[in-house]
């Protein structure tokens, strides 16, 4: 037997009971994108600071980041860092995203370029960490529901396996109504289907700078032909959505 299994088996009933016990009681959401650089690290950020003022333990996790930045030996993820700051800095830093890599690609290839390999293990069982020690994880993935994080795998996989609904963040663009509606029926029909809790729309261009008239009319195109609710919008630049949402309850699938 291993030294891993041994030392597993050598825990005592009592705590494996109770750490399973906490696994299951962590409910989660899981944000997506309709694409990449919509916001969905800002909107991730606002929903974890909202449930921290509210005095929830709120764990954070993204299984993997590109595009990070070298400090020394280390390479930091500016995401990682926002959304552990806005959850009011619980747990171990690294452990918020522990899959880093350099390279603006797609995970896996970024993980190519450095001579490594994700893991694909590690992407799912790091979220145990924040599961035992939180009453709701937000996870942010990694660009839209297929962006592959894998050579086989895609964000989705990930989404299946961690059973939290999603929120779809749609950056309020021309556009937008397209990707959103495409995003929902892939949630529909990949792998026999995943829960969305709803759309948080967000807008991207600076109040006064609009150079897109649909700004003005993607909400309420989007509340029409949307199944699942758009639950708020985040003005740019704002701290707090326009509405206020339970977050917990849309977690736990209410």
């Not at 030996?73 to 619980?90: F, N």
């Not at 069982?125 to 050579?151: F, H, N, T």
């Not at 704002?238 to 949402?245: H, I, M």
Request: hydrophobic share 40%; glycine share 10%.
């Amino acid at each position: 037997m291993s030294s891993t299994k041994t030392a597993f088996a050598k825990r005592p009933a009592r705590a494996l009971a109770a750490s399973n016990g906490a696994l299951r009681a962590c409910v989660g959401l899981f944000i997506v994108g309709t694409d990449t650089g919509v916001g969905k690290t800002y909107v991730a950020a606002r929903i974890a600071d909202e449930l921290r003022r509210r005095r929830i333990k709120v764990g954070v996790y993204k299984p993997a980041a590109s595009g990070c930045a070298r400090q020394g030996r280390r390479l930091i993820s500016t995401d990682a860092i926002a959304l552990w700051e806005a959850a009011g800095k619980p747990g171990d830093i690294e452990r918020v995203c522990p899959q880093r890599f350099v390279a603006s690609l797609s995970p896996h290839l970024a993980a190519r370029e450095e001579q490594r390999q994700i893991d694909s293990n590690l992407l799912r069982k790091g979220l145990d960490y924040w599961r035992r020690r939180s009453q709701i994880v937000i996870v942010e993935g990694a660009g839209g529901l297929m962006s592959p994080i894998g050579d086989q795998e895609y964000v989705a996989d990930l989404a299946k396996a961690f059973g939290f609904p999603l929120i779809v963040v749609a950056p309020n663009k021309i556009g937008t109504i397209n990707q959103t509606l495409q995003t929902l029926i892939a949630a529909e029909t990949y792998g026999g289907g995943l829960k969305v809790a709803g759309i948080v729309l967000n807008d991207i261009y600076p109040p006064g700078r609009v150079p897109d008239p649909s700004v003005v009319s993607n909400r309420l195109e989007l509340e029409l032909r949307c199944v699942p609710p758009v639950v708020a919008q985040l003005a740019y630049g704002t701290e707090r959505f326009d509405r206020e949402v339970d977050w917990l309850s849309l977690a736990r699938g209410k």
